[in-house]
């Protein structure tokens, strides 16, 4: 049974530093992986999707990593700014299935 | 915006009531999901319909009953509710081929639900 975790739960650091959010799965015969932002009271939106065959996805300073073979996958953010805050969500599907298991969520606040 | 969009925003209910939320594409995707997220833990899949058929139905309560007509729209009908099922249900899809979701979820702003 696939699970996800996220570490840390929560984060502060000052504008312009870059970070590093964790995700852990614990099947490694992963389908995809994929990252989201949620704001407050609001859905997701989609940051960046890794295949299974791939190593790491980039887009503008965002950066995502999948190592399946320790179980691992992180999101890298350059430069980081206050717009930047929100909650960081990965999720992984599981090979054969439809299910998309979610990690209870990484929540960044980048201080001016 | 994402292309998925969700109506009503915000529901306030009584258990005997019965409700439905809707969900509307206009990406061109056939996979689309139900999923609740409650506060303090991850967001819980409830339904996936590929291709207009049902294909997860992830352990929920007879109370929800999900409906996909056709592949631009979703419904999650609600009935006889408990004050727990509170929370936001959120709906997504995804592009699918030959039955499979193989892409990046695109998620609406969520339906606040309130239960009394």
């Known amino acids: 049974k696939q699970e996800v975790t996220q570490i840390p739960a929560a984060l502060s650091v000052p504008e312009g530093e870059n970070l590093v959010l964790n995700c852990s799965f614990t099947?490694?015969?992963?389908?995809?992986l994929q990252w989201f932002r949620q704001d407050p009271g609001k859905g997701l939106t989609s940051l960046l999707l890794?295949?299974?065959?791939?190593r790491e996805q980039t887009s503008g300073r965002l950066n995502a990593s999948l190592d399946k073979s320790s179980g691992r996958s992180t999101l890298y953010i350059a430069a980081s700014q206050p717009g930047d805050s929100a909650t960081y969500l990965c999720?992984?599907?599981?090979?054969?299935?439809?299910?998309?298991?979610f990690g209870t969520g990484t929540r960044l606040k980048v201080l001016a | 915006e994402t292309g998925v969009t969700q109506t009503p925003r915000h529901l306030v209910m009584g258990m005997t009531n019965k409700k439905s939320l809707k969900c509307e594409q206009h990406?061109?995707?056939?996979?689309m999901y139900w999923y609740k997220q409650s506060a303090k833990k991850p967001l819980e899949l409830m339904f996936v319909?590929?291709?207009?058929?049902?294909?997860e139905n992830n352990s929920v309560p007879s109370r929800f009953s999900p409906e996909c007509p056709n592949s631009s729209h979703l419904f999650l009908h609600l009935h006889t509710l408990q004050p727990e099922d509170s929370a936001l249900y959120l709906c997504?899809?995804?592009?699918?081929?030959?039955?499979?979701?193989?892409?990046?979820?695109?998620f609406g702003p969520g339906t606040r639900l309130t239960v009394l």
């Open positions: 890794i295949q299974s065959s791939q």
């Open positions: 997504a899809s995804s592009p699918a081929s030959s039955g499979r979701a193989l892409n990046e979820q695109f």
């Open positions: 999720a992984a599907r599981s090979s054969g299935t439809y299910k998309y298991i």
């Open positions: 990406l061109g995707h056939n996979a």
């Open positions: 099947d490694s015969a992963i389908y995809n």
């Open positions: 319909y590929s291709l207009e058929e049902r294909v």
